[in-house]
């Protein structure tokens, strides 16, 4: 099993900045490609970024060159930096973790209000 917990959510105004980590516990040793997705209201849940265990890193197209996304492994921990936020933005986020085996798990999100 892996726990995942968000914290760093809240509201900012539009042009602000937040980061958002993500510490991981359990069987995190197996734990290969983490990532962070959003979900707005009525909208699907999509992929914002995502980190392999070799440190390559993939974007949403609506957030390249705002967002960044990075890992600590020696803490367990992924953070994602969001910049020059947008209302636009404002969504709940996930953070998610897949194993190598396959497994995914997510943790149980965190607030971002973007306001205008």
């Known amino acids: 099993q892996v726990q995942l917990v968000e914290s760093g959510g809240g509201l900012v105004q539009a042009g602000g900045s937040l980061r958002l980590s993500c510490k991981a516990s359990?069987?995190?040793?197996?734990?290969?490609?983490q990532g962070w997705y959003r979900q707005a209201p009525g909208k699907q849940r999509e992929l914002v970024a995502g980190?392999?265990?070799?440190?390559?890193?993939n974007y949403a197209d609506s957030v390249k060159g705002r967002f960044t996304i990075s890992r600590d492994n020696a803490k367990n921990t992924v953070y994602l930096q969001m910049n020059s936020l947008k209302p636009e933005d404002t969504a709940v986020y996930y953070c998610?973790?897949?194993?190598?085996?396959?497994?995914?798990?997510w943790g149980q999100g965190t607030q971002v209000t973007v306001s205008s």
């Open positions: 980190i392999s265990s070799g440190g390559n890193t």
């Open positions: 359990g069987n995190t040793f197996s734990i290969s490609t």
């Open positions: 998610n973790a897949e194993r190598t085996d396959g497994r995914s798990y």
